[in-house]
Nanobody
Framework: VQLVESGGGLVQPGGSLRLSCAAS????????VSWYRQAPGKEREWVAQ????????NYADSVEGRFTIFRDNTENTVHLQMNSLKREDTAVYSC??????????WGQGTQVIVSS
């Protein structure tokens, strides 16, 4: 059972990145998936969530309109498309998968640095 994030890196302000959260070893499409981030010296912050059924999404106010979460169940992957990136988006981004009555899985995180 594993969640693996990828797609982080260094990007200039105003740029874009697409993060991926790939699952293996469990039925990913029956799990709710969330992205969180943690900047240096700050607490972990919830960013976005996508439901298991229907694909309903929710976003933190700080990323609404700039980030899009979507899932590809055929690839067992959830993506976070990040546009119009700001310096304050710099953080380690991690994905979390959970379902009612089931286990919670976390990935190891991927670093995003927004800097000129």
């Amino acid at each position: 059972v594993q969640l693996v994030e990828s797609g982080g890196g260094l990007v200039q302000p105003g740029g874009s990145l697409r993060l991926s959260c790939a699952a293996s070893g469990f039925t990913f499409n029956s799990y709710v998936v969330s992205w969180y981030r943690q900047a240096p010296g700050k607490e972990r912050e919830w960013v976005a969530q996508i439901s298991d059924v229907g694909g309903g999404t929710n976003y933190a106010d700080s990323v609404e309109g700039r980030f899009t979460i979507f899932r590809d169940n055929t690839e067992n992957t959830v993506h976070l498309q990040m546009n119009s990136l700001k310096r304050e988006d710099t953080a380690v981004y991690s994905c979390r998968a959970w379902r009612t009555g089931g286990p919670i899985y976390w990935g190891q995180g991927t670093q995003v640095i927004v800097s000129s």
